[in-house]
């Protein structure tokens, strides 16, 4: 089977860090710079062998200083959807934090609608399911992370399947945020949460207190097998980018991605942020095959168990179904 052919679930995936490139060039034009193709290209993706959070980092300020309309808002949620259809993905739930692009003329709700409609532009074609996650900021505050939540619930009917936590895991500690997956609790809204990225084993365990069936990396479970056992007996999900966890220095030496993976732990394939690593899906697959000894049917495999961990629990079967 060529890897274009698997059918494909992409559980984390951020809008802002995935900006079409031609976009960004085409509206850096509108705003009136003078960059040269080359040159955006250098200002939203890291260099090749990039190890450095911070340069990692520096790529989304333009992005989300671009996302500022709702017609760029959802001409980037529907380009990349459009991309993920184009690369074999199934189902796609794309995350982004609404907070980011409010301005004098775009409120909130409008955000939210933006990158809805644009998804759902390319989702009524048929070709591929999804929704959208918004994520709670852990520099934002807890007035503007509840108010998320309350999107989410508003939102619910229209494509929005579940929220976040993201932000700087080193900075503002998991356990601080208990406020909000209280709240999506209450709420019955459906959550992932960032944790053991650039965070150590604690931030797991409080996502996991806070009774996420997700995390977001999750790969600092390597370091203590108690929590590697956790993680199996309580069957939790963790959505893992390589390539994002080398260039972000989360990972040093070997990826934890195999071990985690033979010793039962369940495990979704992600990119993270496309433009911002200069890869897609199929080429994250391909550095798996090359450098583990993981084997494109287990690369099927993580995409199937995938599907008992998705938001939408209307297409399960559906996404099941493509497996047989
Ligand atoms: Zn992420």
């Known amino acids: 089977m060529e890897l274009v052919d698997i059918p494909k679930i992409v559980l984390h995936i951020h809008l802002d860090g995935s900006l079409d490139l031609e976009l960004a060039y085409k509206w850096l034009g509108e705003d009136g710079y003078d960059y040269s193709f080359s040159e955006v290209l250098e200002k939203l993706r890291v260099d090749k062998e990039c190890r450095s959070l911070n340069q990692y980092l520096e790529k989304f300020s333009l992005p989300c200083k671009l996302l500022n309309s709702y017609e760029r808002l959802k001409e980037a949620s529907k380009s990349l959807f459009l991309k993920l259809e184009k690369e074999g993905v199934v189902y796609a739930e794309v995350r982004f934090a609404p907070i980011k692009h409010v301005n004098d003329k775009l409120n909130i709700n409008r955000v939210v609608e933006a990158v809805i409609d644009g998804m759902n532009e390319i989702l009524k074609n048929g070709k591929i399911y999804g929704g959208i996650i918004l994520c709670c900021m852990r520099d ?4 503007d992370n509840l108010k998320t939540v309350s999107l989410a619930k508003e939102y619910s009917h229209l494509g929005v399947v579940g929220i976040d936590l993201a932000g700087a895991e080193a900075l503002y500690e998991t356990k601080n945020f208990k406020y909000i997956f209280d709240k999506a609790k209450q709420e019955n809204i459906p959550f992932t949460i960032h944790a053991g990225e650039a965070g150590g084993i604690s931030s797991i365990k409080s996502a996991l207190e806070f009774g996420t069936l997700r995390l977001g990396h999750g790969i600092k479970a390597i370091e203590d097998n108690n929590l590697i056992e956790r993680l199996k007996n309580e069957n939790i999900l963790l959505e893992v980018c390589v390539t994002s966890n080398y260039q972000t220095e989360a990972v040093k030496g070997i990826h934890p991605i195999e071990e985690l993976y033979r010793k039962g732990v369940k495990i979704s394939i992600n990119t993270d942020n496309d433009t911002v690593s200069g ?22 495999k993580c995409n199937y168990d995938s599907i008992d961990f998705i938001f939408n629990d209307k297409v399960k079967n559906k996404l099941k179904e493509m497996y047989k």
């Open 279 to 300: 890869i897609d899906i199929i080429s994250e697959y391909k550095y798996i095959l090359a450098n583990t000894n993981l084997k494109i049917e287990d690369i099927i």
């Open 140 to 143: 934002a505050s807890k007035e």
